[in-house]
């Protein structure tokens, strides 16, 4: 596998099978640090597959991953957690019977600094409640009494605390408030300005545009489209083809 230095994650090859159905035929990207590639296609196309395999959560897969350096192609998901890879599952999964904090304090790690991703933020429950003020103004609310945006923001809010290098984060703005949404974008600027890198999965293009350096469009698990986002947004073709608008 040709090896981007400069990129904080690189894959390869990657394919993914659930039973004897392969979802991902041979899906190529690459994440640099301070960057956020979006990860578009249709329902289907195979978005959530591909952060599901690079965690380690899809037992059958096969291609090239590496991470900070590292090959994480056969890891399991608390040892790829542990390198400092971050993932905000589109179901939320929060804590319902805990509160805002102590959610928090469930995904808190140590502070890490490899030396190939540079100074990153050290993040705690203060430092959060200032990204996310509404998470601030219900500290001590239970998830069970949040509304489905609010528990959206808390699921990205508690992978922050575990202070990872780069997040995987699937389909933020699905379902949400427009002012959730909108608070969702400036978060994810907020994290590229640090360094954190970024995969976004998301339908949106308004979303998208708003936060994305690039994109790669899935179509039946296979890359079909490669460029900047300004590029891909003024190509009404490929927007149409892909996307349906």
Partial sequence: MERHDDAMLDVRGLRAWYGAAQILHGVDLQVRRGQVLALMGRNGAGKSTTLKALMGLIDKRSGAVSFLGRDISRSAPHEVARLGLGYVPQDRRIFSDLTVLENLEVGRQNPRQPSDAGALPVWTPQKLFELFPNLGAMRDRLGARMSGGEQQMLTLARTLMGNPCMVLLDEPSE?????????????ILELKSHGVGILLSEQNIFFAALVSDRVCVLEKGEVRYNATMDEFVANQEATKAYLGM
């Fill in 175 to 187: 379902g949400v408030a427009p002012i959730i949404v909108e608070q969702m974008a400036q978060a």
